[in-house]
């Protein structure tokens, strides 16, 4: 029986969305299977949302700011279920865009819990698919502690659709996702703490960057509460939790986020039909083209644990679809100086090595690094400060990390990575002259090293 597909994608997240789109506008036969919504993660439970919930809680700072520009904002209200109700109509809206999509490339979209069968088939409710190709691109899933009454906190799935925005929240972890959320809650209204087993959130990114957020979050009244972890949860009669700490304290709370890690999503997949070589964290193994230990079945994303990022993911399913329907325009992916934002608030853009990462590797560098008040904030009370660094390394000129805690940093530090990838030295830094007045120029008017 010969194939019916060319390519058969399991999950129409980030990655594999832009695997089908690409390998259908090719001339190959695509399905796509999707069991929950399309756009996966980024779109329904992940950057999207989780932008706009940032922009929503932010306002209420703008709103403490514009006084200091004559404005009288009186009677400033906040309701958290129309901003999830705002939010759920935006992500309906690009969940039809992402069908639209897909369809208009000619893929064909199978709603449902996709399961191998063996190397060229797939069962989705109840039919069999067969196809030349197979593509893994189900993602992550959010994983919690092994603690008792661990099911009673909930995870950035849910913290996406709460009905009522709890007075209390403990977010557990000290990643990005923590780190966001503790800013949407608090930005929103709710007394946070943040519970950190290490003793330093952000672990891999710049110390400079990290120091500084620090403050700042603390400014915000956020309690930060390093070097302990959660033990147990309990529901008080009142509905309240008591979450008892590995100190012995025991907190109120009225939510508790874990943001806790992620693991590879391979729930009833199949696999035990068909074994695919996994790594010592569980993620699928593959090749330099995407190739899992199975012959003709490829995986991306956040299953095989590379870099968990959409425009990673988006670059890994473009260069699947290249490999397998346009070899001589395959190209590897470079994860060399991935550019990453963090929407805490003020927001995180880096690219390239921290300084600790470049003098680890070797480097001999010069520090260059400016922390000052923003210009927006001198007529407020606001005593936020930006912080900005490039670390440069002392024998060839080469700016090797650009680091900004401040207002828009994402956007600030997308553009200073094309400069990196293109080899800037802190010369040619020196030599672009500045946008005047902006927070952004002070990455070319940094003169004086702070060390070296
Ligand atoms: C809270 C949060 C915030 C984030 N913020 C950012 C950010 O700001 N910037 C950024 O770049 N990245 C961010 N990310 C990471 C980003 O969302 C992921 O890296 C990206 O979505 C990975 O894409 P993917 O294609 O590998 O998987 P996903 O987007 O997770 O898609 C996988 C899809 O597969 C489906 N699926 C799984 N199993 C099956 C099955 N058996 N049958 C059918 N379908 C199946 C799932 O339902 C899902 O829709 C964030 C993630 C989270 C959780």
């Not at 990655?15 to 069991?35: K, M």
């Amino acid at each position: 029986m010969s194939p019916e597909l060319d390519l058969f994608v399991i999950g129409a997240g980030s990655g594999g969305v832009r695997a089908a789109r690409f390998a259908a506008s090719y001339g190959a036969r695509v399905a796509v299977a999707e069991a929950r919504y399309l756009g996966g993660t980024c779109v329904n439970v992940g950057c999207v949302p989780k932008k706009l919930l940032v922009y929503g809680s932010h306002y209420r700072e703008e709103f403490e700011q514009a006084r200091g520009y004559g404005w009288t904002v009186e009677n400033a209200r906040f309701d958290w279920a129309q901003l999830i109700a705002s939010k759920n109509r935006e992500i309906a809206r690009l969940n039809e865009a992402y069908r639209r999509l897909l369809t208009e490339a000619g893929v064909q979209i199978l709603e449902g819990h996709a399961r191998i069968l063996d190397a060229h088939s797939v069962e989705l409710g109840g039919q069999r698919y067969r196809a030349k190709k197979l593509l893994i691109a189900t993602g992550g899933w959010p994983q919690r502690p092994e603690i008792p009454g661990a099911e009673l906190g909930i995870t950035s799935n849910e913290a996406f659709f709460l009905p009522a925005l709890p007075q209390r929240v403990l977010v557990v972890g000290g990643g990005y996702i923590a780190v966001e959320f503790a800013g949407i809650f608090r930005g929103c209204g709710a007394e946070v703490r943040l519970l950190h087993r290490g003793d330093l959130f952000l672990r891999g990114f710049d110390l400079g960057i990290r120091e500084q957020l620090r403050s700042e979050l603390q400014r915000q009244g956020i309690t930060l509460d390093f070097g302990h972890t959660p033990q147990r949860i309990e529901r008080r009669a009142d509905g309240s939790l008591a979450v008892t700490l590995s100190d012995g304290r025991v907190l109120d709370t009225d939510c508790v986020l874990f943001a806790t890690g992620r693991r590879p999503m391979l729930d009833d997949l199949g696999l035990e039909q068909l074994p695919l070589a996994r790594d010592e964290r569980g993620y699928l193994k593959v090749n330099a083209h995407f190739e899992t230990s199975q012959p003709g079945v490829y995986a991306l994303g956040d299953v095989i644990g590379r870099v968990a990022l959409t425009p990673v993911a988006l670059a890994e399913g473009m260069a699947v679809a290249k490999h397998l329907f346009r070899p001589e325009e395959f190209q590897p992916v470079d994860y060399q100086r991935i550019p990453t934002a963090v929407f805490s608030q003020p927001n995180i853009g880096t690219v390239g090595l921290s300084e600790e990462a470049a003098r680890d590797a070797g480097h001999r560098v010069t520090i260059f690094e400016s922390r000052f008040r923003p210009m927006k904030l001198t007529m407020t009370e606001s005593q936020e400060r930006s912080y900005l660094k490039l670390v440069v390394d002392a024998d060839s000129d080469r700016v090797l990390g650009c680091h900004m805690l401040g207002p828009e940093a994402g956007e600030v530090i997308q553009g200073l990575a094309v400069a990196l990838n293109a080899g800037a030295t802190k010369r040619q830094f020196d030599q672009t002259l500045g946008i005047h007045p902006t927070v952004a120029e002070e990455f070319v008017t940094m003169r004086t090293a702070s060390r070296r």
